[in-house]
Every structure is written in C-alpha cells, then in structure tokens.
C-alpha cells in the first residue's frame, strides 16, 4: 500500500516536470465553411446586423455557411498567432485599428488593392481607418466601424444640482461633477464620474488637449514624448481631474471589471466617458435620461481630443476561400449595415454617412497611436497602464511615471 | 526481443517528450517572431536569446519574487495539508466524511472557475467580500481594493492556490498516516513521549518520503503557476514590476510574439524548477534505496 502510494505520488512527479509546454489546436475549417472572427462588440451590440449579413451571404453563395466566432480584445491576437502556427486561420477576421501595422508588416493579410472597388462606399472612407489598413500603399483591410469617445451622463442628477446646459470648458465640467458628487453624497459609493484610472484612452485625451504627445519617429528612431513639457502637463491635469471626480480605489482598474455602465445602471455614477454605444447598458432604469456630449477641452468652447478606436476587417494571407470572405465583408459592410451600426452608436465607415450625431462630432478632433510596426507590443506590456496607476496611486510623480513610461515605450517601438 | 519489448514506450516517449524537447531547444537557438511564424521558417541566430534574457533586469527581478512566492505557497500548503490530515485522524467518522468530502470538492474545481468565482467575490465595486466584511463590522471595507499593491495581488493569489492544493496534500498525507505503525506510537507513549515527541520522532520519519515528493510536487507547481494569477490579476494589469516566470514567459512569448526568446526562457525555467527540486528528489531517491 505504502509502496503503491509512493509509485503513484513518483509518477505525478515525472509528469509535473514534463508538463511544461502546452499548446493550442483549433479545428480545421469544413469545406464551404466561412470561418469569420468577430469581437464581442458584435455579439453584445449589433448581433442582427452579423446575421442580416450571413443569411445576405449564405442565398448569394449557395452551399455555404458563415461560422461567426467571437473573441476577446485581450487574447485574440495571441489565439489568431496559434492559428498562423495551425495553417489553420479564420478566413475574416476583425482587427484593432492599433493592431494592424505590426500584422500588415510582417505579411499576416492578403493584399486586397484590386478588390477595392467591390465594397460600398469604398472610395468614401474615413481617412484614419484606411490609414490603419494601409501598409506601403498597399490596402490589407476593410474599414468597419470607428468610434469616438463621448460623455454618456445621467441628465436628471445634472437638472438637479442646477446645471441647465452642457459644460464648454473642462473646469466647468469638473466643477458640475463635483457638484453633482456633493449632492449625491447620500448614495453610498457614488463617484460622480466613473471610468477606471487605467482607462489610457482618457488619460492621453488630456494629453493630446494640451499638445502632448506619445513617441515621435525622428532619424529612423522612435522617440518616447510622454515625458515632455506638454504632455506633463497633460497627465498633471489628467491627475487632478481624477482625484476631484472619481474614487482612488478605481486608480488601477481598467473599465473592464466593472464596466462602466454597469456602474452607471446601478445609480452609482453620474457619468462615463468612453464608447457613444454606452448607452446600450444604462439600465431600463436610467434609459430616459442617459444623455451624451462630447467631452470639453481645456481650451473653452472646443472639444477634447478623443480616441479614434475602430476596427478594420482583413483577410489572413493562409485563407483558402479569399474571395468568398471578401464577399461576406462586402454584405457585412454595406450601406445598410453600416447605418444600422450606425443607429447603434458606432461611426460608419464613410464620410458620406455621418450625420450631425454626438458621436460624429467627436470624431471630428482625435488622436491616433504612433503608426509604428511594435505599437501593439506597448498595448501588449501594459506600460501606459502601469504609468497611470503610478501616478495616480502616488506611488511614482506624474514626472517620474512618464519618465520610466516614455522610456519604455521607446525602447518596444524600436525592438527589431 | 528485449528491443523489440521496450520499444513502444521509446516511441511514445520520444513522440510526446523527445521531440517538443527538441523543438523547444532549437526554436531557442533562433530568432522566431511573427514574420517567422507567417513563413513556418526560424533564423538560427546561436545563443543570443539567452544572452538577452540574463542581461534583461526584468529575468532577475522576476525570479526572485518567483522565488519568494514559491517558498510562501508551498510552506503554507504543506504546513496547513499536514494540520489537516493530523486532524482528520482524531475527528469522528462524519466529520471525517464530511471535511474529506469538502476538501475533494475544492479539488475537482477546474482552476478558471475557481478564478472566476474569486474574482466575483472580491471585485470592488460589487463583491461579497467587502460586503460581509464591513457588515460583520470587522472594518470599513466598502468598495476595498483588494489588487491596489503587489502584495495584496499576490496575497489574493496565494489565498487561492493554497486552498486549491490543500485537498491533494491533505488526502495524501492523511492516506500516509494510515501507514504510521500504530505499536511504535504506543510504544514511544509508554515510554513517556509526549504528543510533539511522538509526532517529530515517530510520525514524522515516516511520513518523510511522502512529504518529501508532496514538497517537490508543490515547488513545481507553484513555480510554474500561470492560471491563477494571469487571470486573477487580470490581463490588463500584468506589468513589469508583478510578473510571476511563467507569466513573464508568456507575455515575451506569445503577448510580444517574440517565441524564441519565449523559448529560452522556459528552458531556463526549467533549468532553475531542476535546480530547487533536486535536494528533495536526490533524498527521495536515498529514502527509496534505504527501503
């Protein structure tokens, strides 16, 4: 028995040692499958539009069908790579506007140039996201969706404090904030404003308000600017707009866990700052009076600069059935697609469709990333992460933090 | 004939062990990112990855928290398993059943729920952990963050890997404590050794082999833990200055793209998991022979 015990506890040995490497396998895609990867954006948002473009595509190809799989922000890049190593990638998949350059530069997706003009709108587009598609003047994606960041704020709790109309400069919006917070000082754990300190995306809209920036490519180098003048700036305005407006304990959170707008439906907040298609979440509660605006500047009367976020759609250079996925990206990018993406909060592709929403009217001041091949590598290392949870935990200075930050940064954009 | 017999296990072997060995070492010795991966074709480029890894001060600083919290996981998880199981000898047979029963229950929970579950329980904004907390008036808890600092995430993780290996440990050495002569305990009673001598010079020396490979099993374990504190800490919040090894593997591996520096250092790793553990095997080994 003894002994037995022994072998067995022996055998678990061996096999933890050797359980060292894991390694992922996918299935192989069925003929007349088209394998497409989405994000759960679609699946949450707009999950009719996915499926009025897979039946448009199933009766215009008969014989086929669409598999839609969704996949995660944080780990899809890394799971699309285990596909690469497979011979066994999607035939369309949906990429980051800020993921592109890196896949496009070492030859991930099929050049489409020539197959241009078979999408709607195509000679439409908007500008960023066919920059973020385009690798030496050669197209690898299909412009989707963009969105812009704007306020999604209660209007009830601002009518309340006395507040008649939107604010035009940031101190204004941080006085109203700080006003509503008194007044809801009852409500345990109410922040006037939540979003999750970690949220980069605000962090360097106050950045690019006060003419910062994040790396310049001089000389064939790439330079770290977190840590000039201006964008100081930036980041100690940053700072004290958060610790006037929103709970320490949200310093190292993302937005991620909670969301915001689960916050927001459970009345613990007056406001969000991020995606127009917030509003989806509010809660049946608060739906009458989830109102937006677009996030003032500085600078009186003009908007902050927002991140222009978006997503493209490419074609995996490894895909056998190339111009059965252009064809789906086609129905799944057409006019109506686009407006019905667009009634959800998104920006549509293309310039011909905007309207005068407040979505659209963020979007016409925005700040992109460097365009440089290792950018996804600084989202991949969490360094502006790390650099706003240090500065507004108090952990490092606003100076120090983007010290070590800007070096960071510097040193992954110009990893060969 | 003798060939021909072992030969299934050789191939076997060789197929599941020898080769992604092989692979291992030689994706190691090449510069493999993702325009490799995209041509199914590495550069040999010799030693280098090993070259940056050592000079990199993000390695060393990683190995030694890897370290610290190896020691505090598998001290805890040994020490706490053995309390257990020197209990259940003593409790009556339900409560016996029932704590077994508890204990098996932790251990069939897969690691990602168990994650999940946790993370639920202490999430800021909406978790129950606050909530009991400052119900129960142990203190102000509302909306406490429990991942703010390094050691508070590490503490959160600890928690949750030690209450998952308790059961393995505990069973184990509970079924070995069933091996313990029960005349040599009674005779050390008669000669007036009290509970702590019997325990250090009976029990003990017997249990040594089985404690000896637990501690071994755990140091790899735990060295090597990547589920729960990628997924408990979060994705978005590995950074720099809370890498565990196998998390930093994975983010200059896979997050960078960068396999074959990934490569190295899991050969590394697997160099220093040898290292710490062939103390206890080398004994194991001594203790095997003496029996």
Redesign the interface.
Known sequence: MRYRILAVLAAALALGVVAATAGASGQRAQANTLTVWLQVDAQNGWPNVVAAANSAFEASHPGWTVNVEYQQWTDHLQKFDATIAGNDTPDVIEMGNTEMTKYMASGAFANITADKSQFANSSKWLEGLTASSTYHNKLYGVPYYAGSRVITYRSDLFAKAGIKKVPKSLSQFQADLVKVGKMEKHVKGFAPLYVGGEDWYTALGFVFDYNGSIATYKHGKWIGTLDSKNSIKGLTRFKQFFDATQPKSTANLDGSNPYPYTVFSQGKTAANYGPAWYTCCTGKKYAKVTKQFVMPSHVAGQPMPGFLGGSDLSVPAQSSNKAEALAWIADFTSTTSEKALQAKGNIPNATNLLTNAVNDRAAAKSWFVPQATNWVNVENGNILKTMLAQLLSGQLSVTKAAEVASQNIAQTLNQS | MPYALVAPIVVVLGA??GY?VYY?VRLSLEKY???E??Q?HGTYIGLHNFGSVLHDSVFWHTLLRTVVFTVANVTLTMVLGVLIALLLVRVSTWVRLLVTAGLVLVWSMPPVVAVQVW?WMT????GILNYLLTELHVGNF????W??TTFSQYSMVTTLIVWGALPFVAI?VY??LS?VPHELVEAAQIDGARAWRVLKDVTLPVLT??LL??T??SI??DF?VFTQPYLLI????????NYLMSVYLY?EG????NFGRGAAI?IL??AI??AM?VVYVRR?LRV?EE?
């Open positions: 599941i062990l992604p291992l990112g993702l325009f991966l995209i199914h993370s999430n800021v904004q909406n509302f909306q406490h963050n991942y703010l184990t079924a070995a091996q082999p089985v490979i637990l071994s099993l790899i374990w090597g979060g994705p978005g919040q590995q950074t720099t200055s983010v896979y997050g960078q793209t899991s790793m697997l998991v040898a553990s194991m095997g029996q």
